[in-house]
């Protein structure tokens, strides 16, 4: 089972990564936060403070996950391509 599928690119997402560090991931519906924590951590190298989860109402669990202070979220968005 894949635990992150894609990482979200919206105006939302990006103002998000800017102002609070976060970036928003769509993840598998039975992912756990201890997953995706997990996941994203061993994925980029990264330290992961907090994971927020929802599920939208298209179906898709979204994952807000917010970095150490010492781990920009635009540096992972640039390796991802979405700036």
Request: net charge positive; charged share 35%; no cysteine.
């Given at each position: 089972m894949k635990t992150?599928?894609?990482p979200l690119a919206?105006?939302?997402?990006?103002?998000?990564?800017?102002?609070?560090?976060?970036?928003?991931?769509?993840?598998?519906?039975?992912?756990?936060?201890p997953e995706i924590?997990?996941?994203?951590?061993?994925?980029?190298?990264?330290?992961?403070?907090?994971?927020?989860?929802?599920?939208?109402?298209?179906?898709?669990?979204?994952?807000?996950?917010?970095?150490?202070?010492?781990?920009?979220?635009?540096?992972?968005?640039?390796?991802?391509?979405?700036?």
């Open positions: 992150l599928l894609y919206t105006e939302k997402s990006i103002k998000l990564m800017e102002s609070e560090n976060k970036l928003v991931f769509v993840v598998n519906l039975k992912s756990t936060k924590k997990k996941a994203i951590e061993e994925e980029f190298d990264v330290k992961v403070t907090d994971v927020k989860t929802l599920v939208d109402t298209k179906g898709r669990k979204k994952a807000y996950v917010r970095f150490a202070m010492d781990t920009p979220a635009i540096d992972i968005a640039t390796k991802l391509g979405l700036m």
